[in-house]
């Protein structure tokens, strides 16, 4: 059984990077979605009108990632952020944020089997994402690592605070940014502080993939504007007429992300940050 298994996983990995590679050569050739149509007409946010935002309640499913989040504070998914299905989350997020088919048929499959579950049969509440070393990770942006606090669902807000003031870049109508260089500088410092207090901190190379694949959403999906970014990690609401920045026909493709998520983390210079580490490990030890 886990030999035929490992086989159609092999065989479904293979397709879909396949598939990935003739839509990133298409997305190439056709023309971009006008501003104002990226979100698909009839699907929640279409024309920037997004559903209510509410703040979930205290029995409602959250987990370490704002961009599913928002959408079941929107409502788009299960506002309680239970029982949702792997197959209806894809389309989801491809209709909010223009990923490609390819993005969101790979990343529920990979949902799925790190829970344990069927793709096509199964539902999951969004807290399940947070399995340690599994998705989540130590020396997030957002949060603090897990053995400092266990509810993955909670927002550090310094830390967010020192990412929006980070933001060294302008876009063409003078809106302040955050760049890659910025997003680089950030997890330097955040993974040399968590190493230097968290006495549990782990990170493979699988998980500051995955870090900078978190950090790269936010200048690829929302172009790095932290108008728009204080909304959304603060809130985990999607702005009043914001619209993805992404607007390639057959949405982001794995190859292109990965274009953007490789240029985050090979900019890490965890070590440039020795000094704020010893600090904050010493406050940390300091009797109270």
């Not at 946010?45 to 935002?53: F, N, R, S």
Request: aromatic share 8%; net charge neutral.
């Amino acid at each position: 059984m886990g030999f035929f298994s490992g086989v159609s996983r092999l065989i479904f990995d293979v397709g879909i990077l396949s598939w990935d590679v003739l839509l990133t050569l298409s997305n190439l050739v056709r023309r971009n979605r006008r501003i104002g149509h990226v979100t698909p007409e009839g699907h929640p946010g279409y024309g920037g009108h997004w559903p209510e935002y509410r703040p979930p309640k205290e029995t409602d499913s959250r987990c370490s990632c704002p961009a599913l989040n928002a959408m079941a504070n929107h409502g788009i998914i299960s506002r309680s952020g239970r029982e949702i299905s792997f197959v209806e989350i894809g389309y989801h997020i491809r209709a909010t944020y223009n990923f490609s088919s390819t993005f969101c048929s790979f990343v529920p499959h990979f949902a799925a089997r790190m829970l344990k579950r069927s793709y096509s049969e199964d539902t999951f509440d969004l807290e399940e994402l947070d399995l340690h070393n599994a998705i989540e990770h130590d020396g997030s942006l957002s949060r603090l690592d897990s053995a400092l606090e266990r509810k993955q669902s909670t927002k550090h807000v310094p830390f967010i605070e020192e990412l929006l003031a980070a933001a060294t870049g302008k876009d063409k109508n003078g809106d302040t940014v955050i760049t890659t260089r910025d997003l680089s500088r950030m997890l330097g410092k955040r993974r040399a502080v968590a190493r230097a207090v968290n006495k549990e901190f782990s990170l493979s190379l699988f998980h500051k993939i995955f870090g900078s694949t978190n950090a790269a959403t936010l200048v690829t999906v929302f172009g790095g504007r932290v108008d728009h970014l204080h909304s959304f990690l603060h809130h985990e609401q999607l702005p009043e007429g914001w619209e993805s920045r992404i607007r390639q026909p057959h949405g982001l493709t794995l190859m292109t992300f990965n274009k953007t998520i490789l240029g985050v983390e090979l900019g890490v210079r965890e070590q440039d940050w020795a000094e704020a580490a010893r600090e904050a490990a010493e406050r940390h030890t300091a009797p109270a």
